[in-house]
């Protein structure tokens, strides 16, 4: 056979396990629905010689690192998880035979837009904290410009364009990469010429230009598509960190608010009843004052209330 590099000519089992990782589109089927989150972690690693005690410390490093506590999520089942929780536990499987190259065929497709940004997050970290070489298929135009560093585009299954992507968005040569990337708007477009996501986009832009200390977001991901809703929730995170504004994030979306927020004021009936960090409010809301409890509480007592 003719030589296939350090590899020699036949690659193994074993060797192409380690040279490849994967992590496919449907997160929930991908996972055997007998193991245990930390089990289906580390079966890769024991099939390959490594010793138990290992393979589960190397499982829970990787729960970690993907942003799952292990005391919460090791002995879970799949169907006790959410679409992102298993979506970052597919994740941990690549990664867990320590791969040079990650195959993420729809990454993100399945996810909502707050678990969507963190995924990207955590993908991006891994580039830099794993030194992996990551191979991303989506449709997803925006997510594509946000995390690759080349672009391949194919039409009727043949590649019909490839290079850098900021290359690749600015200076399209393909007529079918111009189709893809028309609906970007222009500089020169008037309001009436825009979405309702690229109107959006340009408020936020326009509120950016004076370069403020604080920025008042009211809802600024409602109108938006998903994908530009990651993009604006990416955004805002950035800013913060490069600009150092502090952000008032007006929403009804929780998900959203936990990727932006460092503390959370909850309102109920025109006041303020609640005021912590972000992650402690979620997992343990005061009662009764907080939002949730409320809400729970009136659902309660409309289930035990009298049929007219």
Known sequence: MRDAGPLGGRIHRGCASQVLGGR???SYASLSLRLTTEDSICFGPQVHGLA???AVARARDLLARVGLEPRRFAERYPHELSGGQRQRVNIARALALQPRLIILDEAVSALDKSV???VLNLLLAGKDEFGLTCLF???ALNVVRFISDRVMVMYL???VEIGASEDLFEDPRHPYTKALLSSIPSMDACPHELSGGMRQRAMIALALACKPQLLLADEPTT???ATVQIQILL???ELQREMGP?????THDIGASLEVADRISVMYAGRIVEVRNARTLIRAPRPPKSLVKRHAQLALRKRRAPQP
Do not use: E, N, T, Y
């Open 52 to 54: 138990r005690a290992a």
């Open 246 to 250: 502090s952000v008032i994030f007006v």
């Open 157 to 159: 299954g043949q590649v």
């Open 24 to 26: 496919a589109q449907d």
């Open 223 to 225: 109108a938006p598509d």
């Open 235 to 237: 955004l805002l995170r």
């Open 137 to 139: 298929i989506s449709h």
């Open 116 to 118: 969507q940004a963190q």
